[in-house]
């Protein structure tokens, strides 16, 4: 009688086993199904603005156009600042003045971080850089102290930046995660004008910018 139902108990466990083995492995598959993005290649695109006060300190604000692996529209509707699901906005930020070389302006900006949001219901407004850092924070990257330059109307500033923390998301019925898209961090590349536009009474400056984010190279790329 022991043994018969000793026998039973561990089929019954035996089964239970299985069915949660396919359930963790079958899940486990699933997220690795999501491959990081290859070095050097666009992670994503962004449009944004510079906001800053007459002592150098501001913020970066903006949206995301594309990102990599996503394929479907990041917009609800027309794009547009006001209908991206995707937007980011770093921390307070300092610019610090460094002497011209001959027509280069040069100047330092702080280390800090940079966020990415995912908002169900957009409400971007370039007139509110705080909508920008509204609804799911998804990821954030850390960045050290970087050179920026400007020459004429243009600004151009290139830096890398560290991934320190992401969680998943659900996009159009698939769960993404930058752990899995850019797991050893980005280097931007972006450019801005220097024709300042009206910015915010805290920030009174603001300056148009937009750029690319590609992927850093490491064990977990393959390179």
């Known amino acids: 009688m022991f043994s018969q139902r000793y026998r039973k108990f561990r089929q019954a466990c035996t089964g239970v086993l299985a069915a949660l083995a396919i359930l963790v492995f079958g899940s486990f598959a699933r997220s690795e199904a999501q491959e990081p993005t290859p070095a050097a290649q666009a ?24 990102i990599n692996g996503i394929t479907n529209s990041l917009f609800n509707g027309s794009p547009s600042p006001g209908t991206a699901y995707f937007t980011f906005s770093t921390d307070v930020l300092t610019l610090t003045p460094l002497p011209n070389n001959a027509d280069v302006t040069l100047s330092f900006v702080s280390a800090g971080t940079f966020s990415v949001y ?21 990821a954030t990257f850390h960045r050290n102290q970087t ?15 560290t991934l320190v923390s992401s969680r998943s998301f659900t996009f159009d019925g698939q769960t993404y995660n930058f752990n899995r898209i850019a797991p050893n961090g980005i280097t931007f590349a972006q450019f801005f004008s220097t024709a300042a536009q009206t910015g915010t009474t805290e920030y009174p400056y603001a300056f148009a910018g937009a750029g690319s984010v590609m992927a850093v190279g490491g064990i977990l790329s393959g390179l």
Do not use: C, K, M
């Not at 944004?48 to 604000?61: F, K």
């Not at 705080?130 to 609804?135: K, L």
């Not at 050179?147 to 930046?161: C, M, N, Q, R």
């Open 43 to 66: 992670v994503w695109q962004h449009v944004g603005r510079v906001y800053l006060n007459a002592t150098g300190a501001g913020v970066y604000a903006g949206y995301l156009v594309n």
């Open 118 to 138: 995912y908002n169900t219901s957009p409400d971007g407004d370039w007139s509110n850089p705080a909508t920008f850092a509204s609804g799911q924070l998804i």
């Open 147 to 161: 050179l920026y330059a400007e020459i004429g109307p243009i600004g151009f500033h290139a830096l890398s930046e």
